[in-house]
């Protein structure tokens, strides 16, 4: 490996900008469009239509930068127009609810008491959970025609933290790739080894990562430079060691491909590296087989989650539909969000009961699960169950005993043996068939839709910590790319909102009651 740069040197602490430039464009704009029915001269009527844009005084949510202390310079995708794409700017916004509500009585709203005296205002039940109200707007993400770190010296980072996810390496390729789009050169790119434990740990030394390097490795599972949970714990002193191999090897840029933990580790690694005057930028980029990022419309590895869990819970339909009073059970990821279990239930089409964390359930009486479980069997012959890791944690007991891993994820109780051993213990007679399909998931390479999502994230990345954003995390928010604070999405994990639209589509589909 070569020889690390020299350090950095120390200059004052970060800049949060308290007032962005105004959008320079007006609230409402009327165009006049001109519309015809054919090619032979038809007569054209002339209709207006109206664009809303947002005004001076719309609020922001921002994103911490360092470019009060770095110089601005012309980006090198300038000389072709960033390849006739163009370039983002930094007035470009975001909307980060895209429904207004008429009422409460709106599928999926959520009453907020204003503080200012105006009344009540509705939005997404989702964002109840986020403990701070929003602005309206984000930053949007992509190429900035000013960049504010010299391509020729810079020096990056890049390390993949806690449990495997599809994509890891889609998602490493993509940064490798784009940083030298951008002129880094080669050698001055790193990849940490087995998470933030790489920074430190003389067992596990870097690798010099480069375009041939890493040539191919979207088309495996897993993540090359390896992973491992936590290593980053504050309140152990582990970010010191971390900030200081930062200084010494003077790394300019930080991407740390994560999930909660994970950014949570990143942003108090920029936070330690701020109070250490520390120039470099922290970049997550939003990691979570679960898909419970806040904020964020999906992360990436969750498609190619729900395909393969498809498989399971058909591989279950068979097992169960083959057998007299066949029962299929399958148990998927999901700690405390639901997401996977749902959306492959609702996929596969063969899924009777679905339980997920965030709808609480009982076993036995009337309206109990089995009740209705032996009734779907005795009209169908046979029953698929799917239930997400975190469902039922409360019969479990797990609540009188609240652990968290390396990364900060509880340590849950085992749903699946238990709930196949009621299951049996009520019925009489039934074939049961019990699936975990949870390792042979993570560790599968990315279907081409989430292929495409890693690689515009890990683009996307890298065009953050050139603008001079740090402490930043990115993804798609009603379709869109955008910049959102690190600190701001990690405040509590996405889960499925039990009122909302899609868990209702879920249960209209397969009929299931509330087990309450």
């Not at 704009?29 to 002339?46: I, Y």
């Not at 105006?118 to 986020?130: I, T, V």
């Not at 200084?247 to 330690?272: C, K, P, S, Y």
Request: with cysteine; net charge neutral; proline share 7%.
């Amino acid at each position: 490996m070569a020889s690390p740069p020299p350090p950095h040197r120390r200059v004052p602490a970060l800049d949060v900008p308290q007032h962005l430039p105004p959008h320079p464009l007006q609230r409402m704009t009327r165009f006049p469009v001109h519309v015809g029915a054919s090619n032979a001269g038809a007569d054209f009527a002339v209709t207006n239509f109206q664009v809303e844009t947002p005004d001076v005084s719309d609020e922001v949510l921002e994103c911490p930068t360092l470019r009060h202390l770095l110089q601005p310079r012309p980006s090198p995708f300038v000389v072709n127009n960033n390849f006739g794409g163009g370039f983002v700017s930094d007035e470009d916004r975001v909307a980060l609810s895209a429904i207004k509500f008429a009422s409460g009585e709106s599928a999926g709203a959520k009453c907020i008491s204003s503080d200012d005296g105006q009344g009540d205002r509705w939005l997404e039940a989702s964002m109840e959970q986020l403990c701070v109200p929003l602005p309206p707007w984000a930053l949007r993400g992509g190429a900035r025609e000013t960049i504010w770190f010299n391509p020729a010296e810079v020096n990056a980072a890049i390390v993949t933290c806690g449990g495997l996810c599809p994509g890891l390496n889609d998602v490493v390729q993509g940064l490798v790739a784009k940083l030298t789009d951008y002129g880094v050169p080669k050698g001055h790119i790193l990849g940490i080894r087995y998470g933030f434990r790489g920074f430190y740990d003389r067992k596990c030394k870097p690798i010099v990562l480069t375009k041939k390097s890493v040539e191919g490795i979207q088309l495996e599972g897993g993540t090359m430079l390896g992973t491992s949970r936590g290593g980053a714990d504050l309140r152990q002193g582990g970010h010191a060691p971390i900030v200081k191999q930062i200084d010494l090897w003077g790394i300019d840029m930080v991407f740390v491909v994560g999930g909660n933990g994970g950014n949570a580790g990143a942003a108090a690694i920029q936070e330690e590296l701020e109070r250490n005057n520390i120039v470099c930028s922290v970049v997550g980029v939003p990691k979570s087989i679960d898909n419970d990022i806040l904020l964020i419309d999906k992360t990436f590895g969750f498609d190619t989650a729900v395909e393969e869990a498809q498989r399971a819970l058909l591989a279950a339909k068979v097992e169960a539909s083959s057998a007299y009073r066949g029962i299929g059970l399958v148990k998927l990821m999901g700690r405390q969000s639901g997401f996977i279990a749902m959306q492959a239930s609702m996929a596969s089409g063969v899924v009777d009961i679905c339980l997920i964390p965030e709808v609480p359930f009982k076993l036995y009486g009337e309206t109990g699960m089995l009740a209705y479980l032996e009734k779907v069997v005795n009209e169908k012959g046979h029953a698929v169950v799917c239930v997400a890791e975190g469902a039922g944690q409360d019969l479990l007991g797990a609540d009188e005993d609240r652990r968290s891993d390396a990364s900060g994820n509880p340590i849950l109780k085992d749903v699946g043996p238990w709930l196949k051993s009621e299951i049996k213990k009520y019925f009489k007679e039934c074939d049961m068939k019990y699936i975990d399909p949870s390792y042979l998931i993570r560790s599968i390479p990315t279907i081409s839709g989430d292929r495409i999502y890693c690689k515009v994230l890990a683009h996307n990345a890298v065009h953050a910590a050139f603008a001079g954003y740090t402490g930043v995390t990115m993804g798609l928010v009603n379709t869109h790319y955008c910049y959102l604070p690190i600190r701001t999405v990690i405040q509590a994990p996405r889960r499925v909102d039990p009122r909302g639209k899609t868990w209702n589509r879920l249960r209209v589909s397969i009929g299931q009651p509330n087990f309450a």
